[in-house]
């Protein structure tokens, strides 16, 4: 299970660093005045096998309601639907997902007037090829509670998980909107609940745990800024954290991530990639300036994911990454001519990415002298399985194989030769 909340805040309401106080495996928010999206992600075995299921049935299941009471958008979460509950579904092909509607009046109640999909849904029209992505069936009922769902989701789903997963569970009576996904493309269920304010308060005084430290709890404390670019239409800032990771809230003026090709499977081992690797292009977010129009030196931090690697002698491998390479991308305005440069190098990887009326501005890197690594590479000493003292460890592992066959013929043989007493006391018995 992943864990994310996001806290989206007014810019003009005074906030400051020291309403958030991060511990070792938990997160303290102070007298935020902020509207809250808390959503957890599940892969398939992580659910009840009544739900996956169902799910396994649906190519695409898109759950909606919203709330018959009045509140607040806040951008960016400003979509809405009418008050009720909405169903999306696209069944496999050649799948009837005759279990969708018994699973539906489990969980939101009986009242649901869904008997199954051919009765109770309707065909989704498409006005435009522009929408063929849309569901493919439709069903809605005016529903103004989620009594139901609350006790359903801490009973069958969060046993596994502990406090996040219950917190989620318990805020769903709250809920202004809440939303379930699921498609076949990702094989993951996203459960995400959205509050414009705390119950029966303006602030939220939250502590956000990760005590058992089973799955990863991102938090986001933002704000709406300033588009840089006339194009954009939302442009956040603020801080993340990780619960239980990072020492402290960072900001890490990041805007999107616009590319990523290559190797993206995390969990590979470095030895069973046979590609090169992965390229990445991520869109920075610079701070406002300052009142004097100055801007301050600021960071962008992008976590970076390193591989197992394979062993040696030493137990530590050098790896060496290369520093990336920062510019300006600049769109050219429609009717402006563009002077070509001879002398431009193209092909980079990363230009192709952009239209053919971008002109770039390269940032030189600065490397800070007298530290020993005056290079554009950034060396990192990665722990690795220590061969020369890893014998004990695989002697240890025959070892307790050996002793559990042993233990297994034990009692296998202690059955058979139990149940030949029992014949031959019968056989006396018979006599």
Not at 210 to 215: A, I
């Amino acid at each position: 299970m992943k864990e994310r909340i996001t806290f989206i805040y007014d810019a003009e309401d005074t906030f400051t660093p020291l309403q958030l106080q991060l511990e070792n495996d938990a997160l303290y928010i102070h007298a935020l005045k902020a509207a809250r999206e808390h959503r957890l992600t599940f892969a398939l075995q992580e659910l009840p096998q009544e739900l996956w299921r169902v799910l396994k049935e649906c190519y695409e299941l898109n759950i909606r309601w919203s709330a018959p009471w009045p509140y607040n958008s806040t951008a960016p979460f400003v979509s809405r639907a009418s008050p009720g509950l909405h169903v999306f579904f696209t069944p496999q092909r050649n799948r009837q997902a005759d279990l969708l509607c018994p699973l539906l009046r489990k969980i939101f109640g009986e009242t649901l007037n869904c008997i199954n999909p051919r009765e109770s849904f309707t065909s989704v029209s498409k006005t435009s090829e522009r929408f063929t992505s849309s569901a493919a069936y439709q069903y809605f009922q005016l529903f103004p509670s989620l009594a139901d769902l609350s006790p359903y989701v801490r009973q069958k789903i969060c046993v596994r998980f502990g406090e996040g997963c219950f917190s989620v569970a318990d805020s769903i009576d709250h809920a202004d909107y809440l939303d379930m996904d699921f498609d076949t493309i990702s094989q993951a269920f996203t459960l995400s609940i959205f509050q414009h304010k705390p119950l029966n308060t303006e602030l939220w005084n939250d502590r956000i745990s990760n005590r058992e430290g089973q799955h990863a709890v991102e938090v986001g404390v933002l704000a709406s800024q300033q588009p840089l670019k006339a194009i954009e239409e939302q442009s956040l800032g603020g801080f993340l954290t990780t619960v239980g990771e990072d020492e402290r809230p960072t900001s890490k003026n990041l805007r999107s991530i616009r590319s990523v090709s290559g190797e993206t499977d995390l969990e590979a081992p470095g030895w069973a990639v046979t590609k090169w690797g992965s390229a990445m292009l991520v869109e920075l977010a610079p701070p406002s300036t300052n009142h004097s129009g100055n801007q301050a030196l600021w960071d962008a931090e992008i976590p970076l994911h390193i591989r197992y690697l394979g062993p040696n002698n030493g137990g530590k491998v050098e790896a060496e990454v290369p520093w990336p390479v920062v510019f300006w991308a600049c769109v050219a305005e429609e009717g402006t001519k563009m002077s070509v440069n001879p002398f431009d190098r193209l092909n980079l990887g990363y230009d192709g990415l952009f239209g053919p009326r971008t002109m770039f501005y390269h940032l030189n890197p600065h490397v800070v002298s007298g530290y020993g690594n005056e290079t554009l590479l950034e060396r990192l000493e990665v722990p690795v399985l220590n061969l020369s003292s890893s014998a004990w460890v695989e002697k240890g592992t025959v070892m307790v194989m050996v002793l559990g066959l042993v233990w297994v013929f034990a009692k296998l043989a202690r059955a058979a030769a139990w149940n030949r007493s029992l014949d031959r006391d019968r056989g006396k018995k018979s006599q």
